[in-house]
């Protein structure tokens, strides 16, 4: 948006979108770390966002929501009951929410009307030992592989930081290891 024509910029931030441009720094100071943001601000960037997706289709993607600050998480739980109305994805990925979360985003988003919840279950033990052949060139016992998925939950993050330490200390992917 920095970048654009000041035609366009006038267009995307027209009538209720106007306040946006505040909030966003381009038309003076961004607003103050920890400041609020009152209704007036959600709903402009609001109608940023229609003006936006009122051009084609419109994606707004975040990952690792759980570590949005509190003005992000308050925009993201605003928009999402409204994305329906719009040309407009909002996919939002996330951990489960944490006790010092000032928001819990993901319980405001599942709320929405529209929204779909997806949890991926772990890896099967057989993912499981495919996964680890690959990282430690030998396949491991089905000891070993239930060992792993206990640690693990069958994350697959968990599990290749588990082979890779595994593969450092050359601890066998069998019973005694």
Do not use: K
């Amino acid at each position: 948006l920095t970048g654009a024509p000041p035609e366009r910029r006038e267009q995307l931030f027209a009538d209720a979108a106007a306040p946006a441009a505040t909030a966003l720094g381009l038309d003076g100071p961004m607003l103050e770390p920890g400041s609020d943001l009152g209704f007036p601000v959600l709903h402009a960037l609001y109608w940023l966002v229609a003006n936006l997706a009122a051009e084609g289709p419109l994606a707004i993607v975040v990952d690792d929501a759980q570590w949005a600050d509190t003005r992000s998480a308050r925009f993201l739980a605003y928009l999402a009951p409204r994305a329906a109305e719009l040309s407009l994805l909002l996919l939002v990925a996330s951990r489960p929410a944490t006790p010092e979360a000032d928001i819990d985003l993901v319980s405001q988003i599942e709320q929405g009307a529209q929204a779909t919840v997806l949890r991926p279950a772990g890896l099967s033990e057989r993912a499981i030992a495919e996964l680890l052949t690959t990282r430690l060139d030998v396949p491991p016992d089905d000891a070993f592989v239930a060992a792993c998925r206990q640690a693990t939950g069958g994350n697959p993050f968990l599990l290749r930081e588990l082979a890779a330490g595994v593969r450092a200390d050359g601890i066998p992917p069998d019973a005694t290891g």
